[in-house]
């Protein structure tokens, strides 16, 4: 859906462009978002390589299991449906500890393996488990301790102060988190 609306947006620029006079700025633009795009892709590739290289070196080294571990007790009460040292844990644990990186990208491939685990869980697979609208709520709720790819963006517009926003992002990634897992089991109740 999101595409059509960015298509739509685009077509209706072009057109009004056309409109009034304007098509040497709109090839203008094109070219320069183009460069403007491949400039930032190659600032931020190296920050983003950097931090996914930690991350892989902590899931080798076991730092990930042990933030993993750290985190379970937690996630055993958000998720109860979950049966004790089920592999959905484990991953929901990882992409959990990821995403508090700011890592979104690494942390993919654990939510989809959650997601996966825990469908195989659920009783009913033409509906979303308890467990699942959980995951989904925590995911979409952008728990973050370090957002590394906002800091990276900062870093490649030369902030005088790249990591002034991790203090101001931690609050809002904790309100935004306990108002999903709040509004989850309010609709949770609400639904039985």
């Keep these: 859906m999101i595409n059509y609306i960015w298509a739509i947006?685009?077509?209706?620029g072009i057109i009004y462009g056309i409109l009034t006079n304007n098509f040497e700025i709109i090839?203008?633009?094109?070219?320069?978002?183009?460069?403007?795009?491949?400039d930032l892709i190659l600032k931020l590739f190296p920050m983003i390589a950097?931090?996914?290289?930690?991350?892989?070196?902590?899931?080798?080294?076991g730092l990930l299991q042990k933030f993993s571990n750290l985190i379970s007790p937690l996630l055993r009460k958000l998720f109860p449906?979950?049966?004790?040292?089920?592999e959905s844990l484990g991953y929901i644990a990882s992409n959990v500890v990821i995403n508090m990186f700011g890592l979104g990208?690494?942390?993919?491939?654990?939510?989809?393996?959650?997601?996966?685990?825990?469908?195989?869980?659920?009783?009913?697979?033409?509906t979303a488990s308890r467990s699942m609208i959980t995951f989904l709520v925590l995911n979409t709720s952008g728990l973050t301790i370090i957002p590394t790819t906002v800091i990276s963006l900062r870093m490649a517009y030369n902030s005088s102060n790249?990591?002034?926003?991790?203090i101001t992002s931690l609050i809002a990634t904790v309100c935004s988190t306990i108002a999903?897992?709040?509004?989850?089991?309010?609709?949770a109740k609400r639904n039985r």
């Design 162 to 166: 790249p990591t002034e926003i991790v």
């Design 27 to 38: 090839n203008k633009e094109i070219l320069e978002s183009s460069k403007t795009t491949l």
């Design 105 to 126: 990208n690494a942390a993919t491939p654990f939510g989809l393996k959650a997601m996966k685990s825990l469908q195989e869980l659920n009783k009913d697979k033409s």
């Design 81 to 86: 449906e979950i049966p004790k040292n089920h």
């Design 9 to 12: 947006f685009i077509i209706i």
């Design 50 to 61: 950097l931090w996914t290289g930690i991350m892989n070196i902590a899931k080798e080294s």
């Design 180 to 187: 999903g897992l709040i509004a989850d089991r309010i609709f």
